[in-house]
Each structure stands twice: as structure tokens, then as C-alpha cells.
Nanobody, 122 residues
């Protein structure tokens, strides 16, 4: 099992930036990792995913060019840099682990974090 703990959420004005962090512990950190979000009244959706090596990434169309996912396997961390934030980015953001990028992008997740709230004001 992998335990995931997110941090870095908060309140930011539209156009601003936030950086989310996820620390993984437990089993060897060999999973692909991703970030999801869930806005009030909406289904949880994938935002970005990164391979175990960090060499491959994938993004939802709505965040491509604004968000960047990265990882540091030495520190067991996965970050999500969010720039040019929009009010529609407001959601609870979840860190997730899966077998591959494709699995994560298809919502096949092995482990979830508890979530961190991101609120973007207009």
C-alpha cells in the first residue's frame, strides 16, 4: 500500500499561481502518479499524470499549458504547479497512484490522498 498526503492548497485570485505537493510513503515508490480534482456537484476528473521515471506526462485539455506535474523519486514527492488559475479550477485536488499513466488517465487508481482545497476567486 501507498499512503499519499497532499498539501499546498489555498485561496488565490484568478491569474495567480499555486503549487500542490504530494508526499508518498509505504511501499517502494514505483507507481505512476497523478492529480485529480472534484468541484462541488461534479464528478472527480483527472488533471495530470506522470510516469514512474518522470519521463512521460499527460494532461487534461482544460489545464494543458497552465499546469505542470513533476516528481522527485529521491524525496517521494509529486508536485503540481498551477499557473494562470481560473475560477473554474476551484476544486478539491487529490493525489493518486496507479500502475501506468494510461491507467490513471482512465481513472484506474490504486491509492488516493485525502485531498486539498483550491479556491480561485474572480
Amino acid at each position: 500500500q501507498v499512503q499519499l498526503v497532499e498539501s499546498g492548497g489555498g485561496l488565490v485570485q484568478a491569474g495567480g499561481s499555486l503549487k500542490l505537493a504530494c508526499v508518498a510513503s509505504g511501499r517502494t515508490f514505483t507507481y505512476a502518479m497523478g492529480w485529480f480534482r472534484q468541484a462541488p456537484g461534479k464528478e472527480r476528473e483527472v488533471v495530470a499524470a506522470i510516469s514512474w521515471s518522470g519521463g512521460d506526462t499527460s494532461y487534461a485539455h482544460s489545464v494543458k499549458g497552465r499546469f505542470t506535474i513533476s516528481r522527485d523519486n529521491a524525496k517521494n514527492t509529486v508536485d503540481l504547479q498551477m499557473n494562470t488559475l481560473k475560477p473554474e479550477d476551484t476544486a478539491v485536488y487529490y493525489c493518486a497512484a496507479g500502475t501506468t499513466i494510461q491507467a490513471i488517465m482512465n481513472n484506474r487508481v490504486s491509492n488516493w490522498g485525502q485531498g486539498t482545497q483550491v479556491t480561485v476567486s474572480s
